[in-house]
């Protein structure tokens, strides 16, 4: 398995845990501003620790500016034009890290602090089966936002991968078994919003070629992601607390770590070089993580139905990550990705 597939693959695991996380949180008494700023914010200080850290003890030089990561050679471009996302030359200059730090902060808002808000937002008035239905379209998204803006072709491997997963979802999911008429239309909305947030993240993590490393890259996400959801809990709700107690402080700490910091990190490492399609397929994995981490920490039932879906699901996020039938048996970073 190549490295860039195995960092999406951790990363996407990682954010699978989060809902039963999540859940402890709330019933710690916790509430949605707490919980939603809180990972943001300690998220935010433990970047600043590591990027501090590590230039006080391994790097005297500054880390900003540095020449980010070139394709391997042999590894072709999906592309050879130039976009928003992904320009021919690296910015080197002030205008194209201004412009790089506008994307980066861009995916922050869009991408970290869009998918908290809408989809905690959507859990409230949305049973957890119908708000998972609802993000997951971030797969059908992923695949046709990446052949609309930048003519990634749609292989047979990659198909059939979109195939055995969409069909492992209805299975894991049950999704004949919902009430449709009574599920709140707002709920409705919120959750493909969040859908579209989690693709923009995925694309843009994949696409944006700023010239910083992924630490930099993942700090100025997160303080951005930050800073929006901080002004939006102050507008909405001024006097609700943002930060958690300290009784209660693990439950943040967690979903910071596992849900603003490593993931991040693991995505702007590992999406430049599978590519953006590669990277919405692969991040299928967290909805098998998450209902396995469900079943042993919140004892929820996973019955056999239920293992058939994971079991479909995981097929075709290893078709994505070991490639052999996509494009010809191509590798998975240059059919897939």
């Given at each position: 398995m190549r490295m860039g597939a195995l960092a999406v693959l951790l990363a996407a695991s990682m954010y699978g845990t989060l809902a039963p996380a999540v859940k402890r949180a709330y019933e710690a008494g916790l509430s949605f501003a707490e919980v939603t700023f809180g990972q943001l914010f300690w998220a935010a200080v433990l970047l600043t620790v590591v990027r501090v850290g590590r230039r006080l003890l391994f790097d005297r030089r500054p880390s900003f500016g540095r020449r980010p990561?070139?394709?391997?050679?042999?590894?072709?471009?999906?592309?050879?034009?130039?976009?928003?996302?992904?320009?021919?030359?690296?910015?080197?200059?002030?205008?194209?890290?201004?412009?790089?730090i506008a994307g980066l902060a861009a995916l922050g808002v869009a991408g970290l602090a869009g998918v908290s808000l809408a989809y905690y937002g959507a859990l409230r008035t949305l049973p957890a089966q119908v708000a998972l239905v609802l993000l997951f379209q971030f797969v059908w998204m992923g695949i046709v936002l990446e052949r609309l803006?930048?003519?990634?072709?749609?292989?047979?491997?990659?198909?059939?991968?979109?195939?055995?997963?969409?069909?492992?979802?209805a299975l894991a999911l049950r999704v004949w078994a919902i009430d449709w008429s009574a599920v709140d239309l707002r709920g409705m909305a919120l959750g493909l919003l969040a859908a579209g947030s989690y693709t923009t993240f995925l694309l843009g993590t994949a696409r944006i070629r700023a010239p910083y490393d992924v630490v930099d890259r993942s700090l100025v996400m997160v303080v951005t992601g930050a800073l929006v959801v901080g002004a939006?809990?102050?507008?909405?709700e001024p006097s609700a607390p943002l930060l958690a107690p300290p009784s209660a402080f693990g439950h943040v700490l967690?979903?910071?770590?596992?849900?603003?910091?490593?993931?991040?990190?693991?995505?702007?490492?590992?999406?430049?070089?599978?590519?953006?399609?590669?990277?919405?397929?692969?991040?299928?994995?967290?909805?098998?993580?998450?209902?396995?981490?469900?079943?042993?920490?919140?004892?929820?039932?996973?019955?056999?139905?239920?293992?058939?879906?994971?079991?479909?699901?995981?097929?075709?996020?290893?078709?994505?990550?070991?490639?052999?039938?996509?494009?010809?048996?191509?590798?998975?970073?240059?059919?897939?990705?």
């Open positions: 990561f070139v394709a391997p050679r042999g590894v072709r471009e999906e592309t050879k034009t130039a976009t928003p996302f992904r320009p021919e030359e690296e910015p080197a200059d002030e205008g194209g890290r201004g412009r790089a803006l930048f003519g990634v072709r749609i292989t047979a491997g990659r198909a059939l991968a979109v195939g055995l997963i969409f069909v492992g979802d939006f809990f102050r507008l909405t967690w979903l910071a770590l596992f849900g603003q910091v490593l993931p991040p990190l693991l995505f702007n490492w590992g999406a430049p070089r599978i590519g953006g399609a590669a990277t919405t397929l692969l991040s299928s994995a967290e909805l098998p993580v998450g209902m396995i981490t469900a079943a042993v920490v919140l004892g929820e039932p996973l019955g056999g139905v239920e293992l058939a879906g994971v079991a479909l699901i995981v097929a075709g996020v290893a078709l994505v990550a070991y490639g052999g039938t996509a494009g010809g048996g191509e590798p998975a970073e240059r059919a897939l990705g």
